[in-house]
C-alpha cells in the first residue's frame, strides 16, 4: 500500500513569510507526528495527533508553529513568520493503532533565506 | 525523561564484513520499546528492527541483529554481510510504554551513526 506522503518535498522561503507543509498518512492510522531534523538538534518531537483527541503540542518550539489534523486524515503544519533557524527537514510519521512502530514520510526540506 | 546516546558519529564496513553500531539509553521505567531506523540519502526513514523491553530473546530480522543488554541499558544493532545498500545513517530511538508518562508516545532518538560500505 502506499506509504506516508509530504509535500512539497523542497521549500525555500524568505525570512519572515508564512509556509505550509502537508503530511498524508497511511490509511487506517490514526496517530500521526510530526518531527524536525536539523544539523544542530538532531531529530526533535513537535507534535502528536491520535484520532479525533486533543493533540500533544509539547514539542513545538514557539507559538509561530502550529498545526492541524483534518478528518482524522491530512495534517499541515505551518510555520508563522519564518526564521532561518526553522530551516531543517520536517518528518513526519504515522502509525496504527495499538502499534508502537512509526512509518515515516520522505520529509519536506524547509530552507529559510 | 529519557536519553538516546549513539558514541559513534561515523563507522566503515567492508562489503561482506559485519559492523556493529552502539546505542545506550537512559530511563527509569521497566517497560519500553526500542528501534533501529536507517535514513538514506533518500532521508526517507525506514525501520529495520525493533525490541520490546519485556522480551529476553534478541530481535533479528535477515541480516540485521540486535543484542539487547537491559540491566545495561544498551542496545546495539549488528549487521552481517554488509551490503553497499546499507550505507546510510542509522538512529536508534526509544517509545515509552505508559500511557501517564509526558513522552510516552514519540520517539526519542539518538544523534545517529553514519555508515559507508566499502566495495
Known amino acids: 500500500g502506499a506509504g506516508v506522503s509530504q509535500s512539497p518535498s523542497n521549500k525555500v522561503t524568505e525570512k519572515g513569510k508564512d509556509v505550509e507543509l502537508r503530511c498524508d498518512p497511511i490509511s487506517g492510522h490514526t496517530a500521526l507526528y510530526w518531527y524536525r531534523q536539523s544539523l544542530g538538534q538532531g531529530l526533535e518531537f513537535l507534535i502528536y495527533?491520535?484520532?479525533?483527541?486533543?493533540?500533544?503540542k509539547s514539542g513545538l518550539p514557539s507559538d509561530r508553529f502550529s498545526a492541524e489534523r483534518t478528518g482524522g486524515s491530512v495534517s499541515t503544519l505551518t510555520i508563522q513568520r519564518t526564521q532561518q533557524e526553522d530551516s531543517a527537514v520536517y518528518l513526519c510519521a504515522s502509525s496504527y493503532p495499538g502499534h508502537y512502530e512509526q512509518y515515516f514520510g520522505p520529509g519536506t526540506r524547509l530552507t529559510v533565506t | 525523561a529519557q536519553t538516546v546516546t549513539q558514541s559513534q558519529p561515523e563507522m566503515s564496513v567492508q562489503e561482506a564484513e559485519t559492523v556493529t553500531l552502539s546505542c545506550t539509553y537512559d530511563t527509569s521505567e521497566s517497560d519500553y520499546y526500542l528501534f533501529w531506523y536507517k535514513q538514506p540519502p533518500s532521508r526517507q526513514m525506514i525501520l529495520v528492527i525493533r525490541?520490546?523491553?519485556?522480551?529476553?530473546q534478541n530481535a533479528t530480522e535477515n541480516r540485521f541483529s540486535v543484542n539487547f543488554q537491559k540491566a545495561a541499558k544498551s542496545f546495539s544493532l549488528k549487521i552481517s554481510d554488509s551490503q553497499l545498500g546499507d550505507a546510510a545513517m542509522y538512529f536508534c530511538?526509544?517509545?515509552?510504554?505508559?500511557?501517564?508518562?509526558?513522552?510516552?508516545?514519540?520517539?526519542?532518538f539518538g544523534s545517529g551513526t553514519q555508515l559507508t560500505v566499502l566495495p
Open positions: 495527533f491520535q484520532g479525533n483527541s486533543a493533540p500533544d
Open positions: 530511538a526509544y517509545r515509552s510504554t505508559l500511557i501517564s508518562s509526558g513522552s510516552a508516545r514519540q520517539l526519542t
Open positions: 525490541q520490546e523491553a519485556y522480551k529476553q
